[in-house]
């Protein structure tokens, strides 16, 4: 894709946020913007009738979401490299945008160098992302490897008896509920505090409610 002319799909519903990604990808002799999309319904037309190498889309859309756009084209042009460009960085929105199929993101506030130099990333195979969006994900990842680290760690018989310390029971209610010496609660107690890296009961409890370890409900 790098050794010929690149054409791009814009869908951005700001008038002047458009025409400066026009610009600036304009400016690029190898990039040809194909369409300047306002609406959700423009880039999804633009999508089926055009056959571009990338599309660049808003999220927050008047008529529909960047989301519904991300997934059509990689459904009907799973070739097409699809890149994020919005004013929404929250959880929410980064990872739906990236489990849909985006493969860059960057927030609204990238200079309009930046983002000329993040679509050359982008159609030489890399994912432009914008460093407080990269931080975030980081933390996401971190964050789900720690909790399947907890899944396996913690036995069935530990979660057991994390739940009926949750619930309030004593160690011997614990111990008479699962059928096991009330002298092997504890044991089991020390080995889930190591486990978890905490402190107290109400530290464990807190730690498998968050992870969602336990359901006290």
């Given at each position: 894709?790098?050794?010929?002319e ?11 946020m458009l025409?400066s990604?026009q ?7 190898d990039?040809t ?7 959700y319904a ?5 999508i089926?009738t055009?056959p ?8 927050k859309?008047p008529d529909?979401?960047g989301f519904d756009?991300?997934r ?6 799973p070739e097409m490299?699809?890149?994020v460009?919005s004013?929404?960085?929250d959880e929410q929105s980064?990872?739906?945008a990236?489990?849909s199929?985006?493969?860059g ?8 160098l930046d ?10 195979g890399k994912?432009?992302?914008s460093?407080s969006v ?8 971190q964050g ?5 680290q907890?899944d396996e760690l ?8 994390l739940?009926?310390?949750?619930k309030g029971?004593t160690?011997k209610d614990?111990?008479?509920k ?6 092997t ?5 020390k080995?889930?505090y190591r ?9 464990a409890v807190f730690e498998a409610?968050?992870?969602?370890l336990i359901n006290?409900s």
């Amino acid at each position: 894709m790098t050794d010929r002319e690149v054409d791009i799909i814009l869908v951005e519903d700001d008038p002047v946020m458009l025409q400066s990604l026009q610009t600036s990808i304009g400016s690029e002799g190898d990039f040809t913007v194909r369409a300047a999309c306002a609406s959700y319904a423009e880039g999804s037309k633009a999508i089926d009738t055009i056959p571009a190498d990338v599309l660049i889309t808003d999220l927050k859309l008047p008529d529909g979401h960047g989301f519904d756009l991300i997934r059509q084209a990689r459904k009907t042009r799973p070739e097409m490299e699809i890149m994020v460009i919005s004013v929404l960085g929250d959880e929410q929105s980064v990872v739906t945008a990236i489990a849909s199929g985006a493969s860059g993101f960057l927030l609204k506030d990238s200079r309009p160098l930046d983002i000329a130099q993040s679509v050359k990333q982008l159609v030489a195979g890399k994912s432009p992302i914008s460093t407080s969006v990269a931080r975030f994900i980081i933390q996401i990842v971190q964050g789900t490897e720690k909790d399947n680290q907890s899944d396996e760690l913690l036995t069935k018989r530990e979660m057991d008896i994390l739940w009926g310390i949750a619930k309030g029971f004593t160690y011997k209610d614990v111990a008479e509920k699962l059928g096991i010496s009330s002298n092997t609660v504890p044991t089991h107690i020390k080995n889930i505090y190591r486990k978890l890296e905490v402190n107290s009961r109400g530290e464990a409890v807190f730690e498998a409610i968050q992870r969602g370890l336990i359901n006290i409900s």
